[in-house]
């Protein structure tokens, strides 16, 4: 009797078993610098994107202080950082293009910042680590190493939304980042 209550326990957990087991762990990526690049992308493209996008058109002309530049310059600033520094880090020419200005508008600007994000979302696609330390002519020829310009344009991501929020908060936006999460 005490055979079958120990087999009996056996079969009716054995099922459950298999669910204890820890999942196999997922190999390490062999480009976790690129991953992360990618990852960082994703998120600044929506953000950025979103921060201009609430920005109120009649606002593209404000700055801060007289000495400070436009949200419309700025915008302009961060779409053709994109297109620089996300060609340089895959060597993938950057379209050309009409040259922004101030005045274009609101729409404009946003969709050249759309724009700039998807050539950046293509143009790293395939970008791995194994090139990290070639040298790339940067600024009037300055060499940079391919990871230099990474964590350039990983924080030039960073420093354009933090820019962006100031601007919409002194505008009385608030920030994408800000916004109560949707329920």
């Not at 953000?47 to 404000?62: G, L, N, Q």
Request: glycine fraction near 6%; proline fraction near 7%; hydrophobic fraction near 45%.
């Amino acid at each position: 009797m005490n055979r079958f209550i120990t087999s009996f326990a056996f079969l009716a957990l054995a099922p459950t078993l298999s669910f204890a087991q820890a999942a196999p762990a997922a190999a390490p990526s062999t480009t976790p610098v690129a991953d992360a690049l990618r990852d960082g992308l994703a998120r600044s493209s929506k953000r950025i994107t979103a921060a201009a996008e609430a920005m109120p058109a009649d606002k593209f002309s404000f700055k801060p202080t007289p000495d400070q530049s436009t949200f419309a310059h700025l915008t302009i600033h961060i779409a053709e950082s994109n297109y620089l520094f996300c060609s340089k880090v895959s060597g993938t020419a950057a379209p050309e293009g009409a040259k922004l200005t101030e005045a274009d508008g609101k729409d404009k600007l946003v969709a050249a910042v759309k724009n700039s994000f998807e050539f950046c979302s293509t143009a790293l696609a395939k970008v791995d680590d194994s090139h990290l330390g070639d040298q790339i002519p940067l600024f009037g020829g300055h060499n940079v190493s391919r990871a230099g310009v990474i964590l350039i344009l990983s924080g030039s991501w960073a420093d354009h939304y933090g820019a962006q929020a100031m601007y919409l908060r002194l505008n009385g936006v608030v920030p994408p980042t800000a916004q109560p999460a949707a329920h």
